[in-house]
């Protein structure tokens, strides 16, 4: 509770609760004997890091900001829990800006407009499905994690 509170230390159990829910937290929190009780230990090591990860977005949501930046976000998490997450955020009661930064393209591919990036470089900006068709380097990036993935 102290922990995801310290994006809203104004904020009710229920909005807690609810940013829990749309970081798809509330499985391994709210379903738990302790509930928002839970401890999460020394450095947070009681949680894997996936579920490190949704308690940040929940600490993030909570704050309500004009501008949310998902720094990797869900780079420990199942493709599964990533669409789930992305719903969540996509359902907020408000209309933030969110810039996603991420290596996996799962997490961009239905943004309004990706910006690849080389070497500290724009290479291209654009939806998805038009970089794929017109830039190289960004359909070379889609096959190799396709390949690899």
């Known amino acids: 509770r102290d922990n995801i509170r310290?994006?809203?230390?104004a904020a009710t159990d229920k909005a807690i609760e609810e940013a829990v829910r749309i970081a798809q937290a509330?499985?391994?929190?709210?379903?738990?004997?302790?509930?928002?009780d839970v401890l999460p230990g020394d450095r947070g090591m009681r949680f894997s890091s996936g579920q490190r990860q949704r308690i940040a977005i929940a600490r993030?949501?909570?704050s309500r900001p004009k501008i949310l930046i998902l720094d990797e976000a869900t780079?420990?998490?199942?493709?599964?829990?990533?669409?789930?997450?992305?719903?969540g955020i996509a359902s907020l009661d408000y209309d933030p800006t969110v810039i996603i930064v991420a290596h996996r393209l799962s997490a961009v591919v239905d943004v309004d407009r990706v910006i690849l990036l080389d070497a500290g470089?724009?290479?291209?900006?654009?939806p998805h499905d038009e970089l794929l068709a017109?830039?190289?380097?960004?359909?070379?990036?889609?096959?190799?994690?396709?390949?690899?993935?």
Not at 26 to 36: K, R, S
Not at 121 to 126: M, P
């Open 60 to 62: 993030a949501v909570l």
């Open 6 to 9: 310290y994006g809203d230390e």
């Open 134 to 149: 017109r830039c190289a380097a960004y359909r070379e990036l889609v096959e190799h994690q396709l390949l690899s993935g």
């Open 121 to 126: 470089r724009i290479v291209d900006i654009g």
């Open 26 to 36: 509330d499985e391994f929190i709210l379903h738990t004997e302790e509930g928002l």
């Open 75 to 87: 780079g420990a998490l199942d493709s599964e829990l990533e669409t789930q997450v992305k719903q």
